[in-house]
């Protein structure tokens, strides 16, 4: 199957501080990637939606000036959470697909700890 | 907007035991709809998936049915194993998740 990758798998950095998250497909061209928080025993809470070329589209309540989402190219997707709180601790995961419709394939996940 | 509703468990079986974790929407127009699965220190992937009513998805012995009349996809496993202990999300195609629902199978 389609593989996904994220980097980094673990990420610890200090308050006021900014961390880059990728989301890599491997083996397809992602046209549609979207990015999620998990909380511990949680679901996976949607943050957005991001589209190659195209601006991301947020989910209510997620502040897009804080989580900003880079899809340059089909297969490469960055999420990169500015001024990091220790409130942003969280697992973020990413998953892609062929569109919004298809078979979502997910990375492993990155752990991010703001201290 | 739409939603997804899932039993929360946890749950906890027997092997060989009979397996239904229900799930149901709220959505407008016809989603699609999938049951994903996360093995303990893995990343999710695809369980089944059923694109339209009365549709059936099935994989590994697990099997969901598209129920539009009661914004139902249940999930039923006739025979589970202890390899199937995992947790499992019911979600729509806009990436709505459930809760999930940990499953633990016990030999």
């Known amino acids: 199957g389609a593989v996904v990758s994220q980097h980094p798998s673990r990420v610890i950095c200090k308050s006021g501080t900014s961390v880059k998250i990728e989301c890599r497909s491997l083996?397809?061209?992602?046209?549609?990637m979207f990015w999620y928080r998990q909380f511990p025993k949680q679901s996976l809470m949607l943050m957005a939606t991001?589209?190659?070329?195209?601006?991301?589209?947020?989910e209510q309540g997620v502040e897009k000036d804080k989580f900003l989402i880079n899809h340059a190219s089909l297969t490469l997707s960055t999420l990169t959470v500015t001024s990091a709180h220790p409130e942003d601790s969280s697992f973020y995961i990413c998953?892609?697909?062929?569109?919004?419709?298809?078979?979502?394939?997910f990375g492993p996940g990155t752990r991010l700890t703001v201290l | 907007g739409d939603s997804v509703t899932q039993m929360e468990g946890p749950v906890t079986l027997s092997e060989e035991a009979f397996l239904t974790i229900n799930c149901t929407y709220t959505a407008t127009g016809y989603p699609s709809l999938f049951w994903y699965v996360q093995y303990p220190g893995e990343g999710l992937q695809l369980l089944l998936k059923?694109?339209?009513?009365?549709d059936k998805g099935s994989n590994k012995g697990f099997e969901a049915t598209y129920r539009k009349e009661t914004t139902s996809f249940h999930l039923e496993k006739g025979s589970v194993q202890v390899s199937d202990s995992a947790v499992y999300f019911c979600a729509l195609n806009d990436m709505r998740f459930g809760a999930g629902t940990r499953l633990t199978v016990k030999p």
């Open positions: 083996d397809f061209q992602a046209t549609t």
């Open positions: 059923a694109t339209k009513a009365d």
């Open positions: 991001s589209n190659e070329g195209s601006k991301a589209t947020y």
């Open positions: 998953s892609g697909g062929q569109g919004a419709k298809d078979t979502q394939y």
